[in-house]
């Protein structure tokens, strides 16, 4: 065993008073050494302990009386203590840190917890990458632009407004170390050249999770009996809305975007699951992929006038909109969903609280506790999403395969959309308030979800879908997605005398790369490259790290016009870019590496501002979708404006993603030039 270190500022964590220690004694033993510490009924003990092996000892505790045979303290499990005699245990302490002891008289238990780091802590930062790279001098530059543009062409550097003259295939120009070594040269116009449609393979796309963007007016109390959690609200509807990203369509707009990708925003189970592994937080459909009825806008986002609007001022501004498509599962069962559709699953229903949506764990239960009072047994869950709709562990159930089509992705139960059999839509979803599902003749499980995600394009005029969790779905259905969401489009705009582009549709096919797959046969226009988030690392240290990549991109798009990737930098699913360095120099950088890539790039909301991450309990995805930015820092603002100059030097030149890239040779600099067409831009980067 280990000795027990006490660390500093320890006696400030307990008052030894005459009234503590007739409380129960807690004893932390090490090899050579012990100390006692008096606890306090519903009073937290906090102890600040090294890594080791202890031995805990709780004596003179009073209350109800359990003699057991003990082996071991676990976190978040409550011990139910002896009475007639003292309780010994070991202790394992694998991280140092401050725990938690609370000690619950009436029940006479004690809870070991670890106890959240705090603010005044060092952040976690990633040690910047180690990359050799040009060294940056502020003094004027030449250069060597090759045939790009003939001599007497006058070009603008975007940053500075300075205005050159080509002479002989070079530029002189004096950079700025405030752009991070960065020239962007474009051609001088008498008059902006405008875009009418827009090249995918340039699309610069704005992912927003609705609920954390942005609350038009929202009301404190949420539909469908939704609760806060009253602590961090980690996984608790925060009130962002349809009409909130209406109201910042023009911000948007600035950052070059030219597409929006919202999250799903079909009506979510009612209710919460708990949240991370150990039950720490209630976990409710905030981020929109565990939908109840696919049919209809939740009311935590809005109405159908919402989305309607917010389609028209999106085109209005050339702004394409993208929902999220998800076809693999439904959400989970939640106790609310089963009172509000009448679903005898309960154990027994007089033990829960008249709202079962507002069950909350006593203290010696947590937020996965409430399955406790399910029946998953009972031959009722046939009137949920029966065997016919889902695969799922229930019994009378079809179990989850091993097949990608076939798993359970996260628990969740598995639409059955190989089936050829005919279903009905089950009856509480047919009564559910508001919803447009009705029976079918002859409909399989597939036509139903097709025609549930391509009414949105008929009513709306969607331009496109983000498609959910593509390999697990069989491709032909997704081949029928494309084509009934094409026809909706085209029905959409022969109603409404509009024309366009053909529909889009870009897929997540985890852990995909730059570069052509089958998938592209199945309907896709475009995937997202999961290996971008990666390279940016180097990248925001050094853009001339990028220069294969940038070749290897340019030259596989060009050689197959149907491959697009989508790269990014941050994601609801993997990291925020900002919260592995917290530098603003790096992200601003990154912004460059990103912006420039070929093909078409996703920024998620707040890769601009440098959005970090929030309360995420022992579920760090939970992190990613902290509330986005709108009062900011000088530092902030500074990085927003030059997010927002390269997004639009993006947005006015479709050959940075969709043109063909040529590295062109300087002894100082990294240059390239990108040529669509009749449209060419020069990019020089110097340094950092």
Known sequence: MKHLTLLSGLSSLILLTPSVLAQPLLTLAAETTSRDFPIENNQPLVIPISKGNYQLTVSNTSGPCIEQ??????????????????????????????????????????????????????????????????????????????????????????????VVRVDNGYVKITPSASNGGLVLLEPVVDQPIERTELDYRNANIYFIMVDRFHAHNADSTQPYLRQKDGMQEIGSFHGGNLKGIIDKLDYIKELGTNVIWLSPIVEQVHGFVGGGDSGSFPF???????????TKVDQSFGDDADLKLLVEEAHKRGLKILLDAVINHPGYSTLADAQ????????????????????????QENWHSYHEQIDYSSAQWDNWWGPDWVRTGLPNYDKPGSSDTTLSLAGLPDFKTESSNTVTPPQWLINNPGTRVQAR???????????????????FGIDGYRVDTV????????????????????????????????????????GHGAYRSPYFDDGFDALINFDMQ??????????????????????????????????????????????????????????????LSPGAVQVYYGDEVGRDIGPYADDFHQGTRSDMLWELSNEKKSLLSH?????????????????KHIEIPNDSAYVFSRELDNDKVIVAYFGN
């Not at 009436?106 to 959240?116: A, C, G, Q, V, Y």
């Not at 409710?284 to 696919?294: L, S, V």
């Not at 003749?441 to 009513?459: F, M």
């Not at 259905?477 to 909706?488: G, N, Y």
């Open 643 to 659: 997010w927002r100059t390269v997004g639009q030097f993006r947005d006015r030149h479709p050959a940075i993603g969709a043109g």
């Open 69 to 162: 045979t003990l082996k071991k303290v676990k976190f978040n499990k409550p011990i139910v203590l002896n009475c007639s005699q003292q309780t010994t245990l070991p202790l394992k302490i694998r991280f140092s840190g401050d725990y938690a002891f609370h000690y619950d008289e009436s029940h006479n238990t004690l809870l070991f917890k670890r106890e959240p780091k705090k603010s005044t802590k060092t952040t976690f930062k990633r040690p910047i990458p180690k990359v050799e790279c040009q060294r940056f001098s502020p003094s004027e530059k030449s250069i060597y632009i090759g045939d790009t543009f003939e001599s007497g062409v006058q070009l603008k550097e975007v940053f500075s407004n300075q």
């Open 340 to 363: 509000f559709d009448q679903l005898p699953i309960t154990k027994q229903p007089n033990t829960l609280p008249t709202s079962w949506a507002s069950w909350s764990p006593s203290k």
């Open 284 to 294: 409710y459909g905030y981020h929109g992929y565990w939908a109840r009825d696919f």
């Open 471 to 510: 390999k697990h779905v069989e491709s032909d259905i997704w081949l029928r997605l494309k084509q009934e969401a094409t026809s909706s489009l085209e029905q959409w705009r022969a109603s409404n005398n509009q024309t366009g582009q053909p529909f889009w549709m870009m897929g997540e096919v985890w």
């Open 441 to 459: 003749n002859n409909y399989t499980v597939a036509d139903y979800l097709v025609e549930w995600q391509t009414d949105w394009v008929k009513r």
């Open 534 to 595: 990666k390279k940016l690392d180097k990248g925001a240290v050094c853009l001339t790290e990028m220069a294969d990549t940038y070749q290897q991109y340019s030259q596989s798009m060009h050689s197959a016009s149907d491959f697009n990737p989508v790269s990014y930098m941050s994601s609801h699913d993997t990291e925020l870019f900002f919260s592995r360095f917290k530098s603003h120099d790096m992200q601003k950088a990154a912004a460059n590496a990103l912006l």
